[in-house]
């Protein structure tokens, strides 16, 4: 693993789960199979996100958000362009949501 780090932060816009035990498992394979394909990259697998809660000067807002976090992952590219190219293939694009890519910054 070499390059810079870079988060993938999950949206789903809204996505319910999956309609059927069936429908889980394919969604399941569809994610597994895109993350063997950047295995060398991934940093860390991450993790699904549960419900979100938005803390501003306003209040809580219990409900997610209008584009709540669906999970994140971790990983390592040479540069922006190369993070977003691995991105896309991502099963949330394909299904709809969105994958916000920035660089982790070191500190």
Request: proline share 6%.
């Amino acid at each position: 693993m070499t390059g810079k780090r870079f988060m993938y932060i999950y949206h789903g816009n809204g996505m319910g789960p999956p309609e059927s035990e069936e429908a889980g498992r394919e969604a399941m394979a569809r994610w597994q199979g895109w993350m063997d394909g950047i295995r060398d990259n991934i940093v860390d697998e991450g993790a699904p996100a549960g419900k979100s809660h938005t803390v501003s000067q306003s209040g809580v807002t219990h409900d997610g958000g209008a584009n709540p976090v669906y999970g994140y992952t971790l990983v390592t590219a040479p540069d922006i362009d190369a993070a977003i190219a691995m991105a896309k293939d991502c099963p949330m694009v394909a299904d709809g949501g969105s994958v916000e890519v920035c660089e982790a910054i070191q500190m």
